[in-house]
């Protein structure tokens, strides 16, 4: 049974992959136009920005071996996918797959939605989400060397995009669950020292340095026809957050709040249902209801702040699946509790909590979007036409 399940995974992880690069492969005829590229191409050139050290790479690259821009961007995309999945892989191989860990695979706001919802499809969002998933799954042997990979993947991961900032607490959540049941140092005040210089700098650098970009040099350095400021994601350059603000207010109503919730509510089900955190490891603080709630509560700012609610559901889910997956691999959640939950469930339920979970819902892109239905099965369907039609 067990190399069934994982033969299982093995396959729809192959199947979204392979999907994932003959799309990226299939949108390059949109470049340089294309949201997605707009966001890969801001760069330094203008002085420092928000999200443009990646740009800046990949525009130091191609002039340094002549290669085209946007075979470079797809190199890193691919690169990233792959590397995304190979960890998850890395990490499933350690875990026992059941039905529980099947309805979190097949959860069309993890893996599959990239595919489901091309408009998220080789943002850098899958780079934010690869850093932590890294910097969560590496062994430290000291709280030294712990508190150094965090200044180095964050800081990283915020200077290619900015929205890592709101999940500085994932980050240092990971850092209290290795040092409690791994390192077992005790965390003075130089590492919150630390810590707290590194947010401020990036802070500094994203709320004050960035003010004084001249888009127009960025724009200049690609000599791109009909490149404007308002081109993609450039247009987002230089919006204030109030401004970004209203826009979302003005936009949000009782429907797309109903579908929020009602989406994270299906996605965190079986997380509450199937789970709890050995009894010997509970206190005030530390239990699965609180972890759940800590997440929800965090990324209610970005629900306020980007008018793209679906790639927000995305990455916090990615983020607390880290997060569960890391728990499992400490042994902290109860593994015989887990076991007992599936056995005593009917099959019947089990076909339902799949269905209704994995098979028939999924989010758009954009608050003002309705939800997307049968994520799976248009994903094939979209992939054959595109392949053989």
Known sequence: MKTLNNKIYITYFFYIFVTIVIYLNFHLNEFPNKYVYTDWL????????????????????????NIEISLIILYFQIISYFLYFLLFFFIFFKIKINFFWFVIIFSPVLFLYPIAELEALGRKDILVISLFLIFSLVNYNSLNSLIL????????????????????????????????????????????????????????????????????????????????DQSGS??????????????????????????????????????????????????????????????????????????????VIYINYNFLIIILTQ????????????DTKIKDLKKIYKVLIFILICLLFSPKILVTDDLSSFPLYRSVIKIIKITFI
Do not use: M
């Open 234 to 311: 450039f247009s987002h350059i230089k919006p204030s957050l109030e401004s970004v603000f209203l826009k979302t207010i003005n936009n949000i109503s009782l429907v797309p709040i109903i579908r929020i919730i009602f989406l994270i509510f299906l996605s965190l089900f079986p997380i509450l249902f199937f789970n709890k955190i050995k009894e010997e490891y509970v206190d005030k603080y530390f239990n699965l209801k609180n972890i759940i709630l800590g997440s929800i509560l965090l990324a209610i700012p970005l629900y306020l702040l980007i008018f793209d609610w679906g790639r």
């Open 149 to 228: 990979a965090f200044i180095c993947f964050f800081s990283l991961s915020t200077l290619i995009h900015e929205i890592t900032v709101f999940y500085i607490f994932h980050y240092l959540f990971i850092i209290y669950i290795k040092n409690r049941f791994i390192i077992k140092q005790k965390f003075n005040y130089f590492y919150f020292l630390y810590i707290l210089i590194c947010i401020l700098s990036l802070l500094y650098l994203a709320l004050y340095k960035h003010n004084f970009v001249v888009i127009e040099e960025i724009l200049k350095s690609y000599n791109y026809e009909d490149f404007t």
């Open 327 to 338: 728990l499992f691999l400490l042994k902290v959640f109860d593994q015989e509790f887990l």
């Open 42 to 65: 801001i760069n330094y050139e203008g002085g420092f920005v928000r999200r443009g050290l990646l740009g800046q790479i990949i525009f130091e690259i191609s002039n340094l071996f």
